[in-house]
């Protein structure tokens, strides 16, 4: 996942890893950093990690990627708009690959956009669980400081604090 500041973006780790291993076309000074940071390896803790990234020449390509999610785009929609999403993510996967399966093995070698398709769909609707599993609250995940979390977290929070006080008074 994605986040655009007006002069930032932040960019899960796991999406940075991904990004080396799958575009050639990754900028240098991009590349630069992932790898001087000894980013590309992680557990499972450092998966949902967002990195700053600041060069303008990063940020740019970074918002034109289309295939690691956007924050802004999912922040506000609900549980069940996003498995609606995922569905229909589902949906459109199975339809690429069922197109591609029709293909004769010279095609298949020759169309990679079908596979990219259907590696990017892929990509997204694991994407769209993980923020799901977030927004539920089954995964831990640290936005950056200066955003809000989605409603529902943000109300659960509350509602410890406030449980919290009234345990510590007992």
Partial sequence: MKIITTDAVYVQRIDLVN?????????IT???????????YLDEEERCEFIKITYPEDIAYLNNLDWIIDYASIKELTS????????????????????????SAVQKTNNIDIKNSYKTLSYKITSLKEYLYFKQNHIKMELPREL?????IR?????KRVLNKILARI
């Fill in 19 to 27: 990004l080396i291993k799958l575009d050639a076309n990754i900028p």
């Fill in 30 to 40: 991009l590349r630069a950093k992932v790898t001087a940071r000894n980013l590309m």
């Fill in 80 to 103: 069940e708009e996003i498995q609606n999403l995922i569905d229909k993510y589902k949906k459109d996967s199975s339809v690429i690959a069922e197109n591609y399966n029709n293909l």
């Fill in 148 to 152: 809000e979390h989605p409603v529902e």
């Fill in 155 to 159: 109300y659960e929070k509350r509602i």
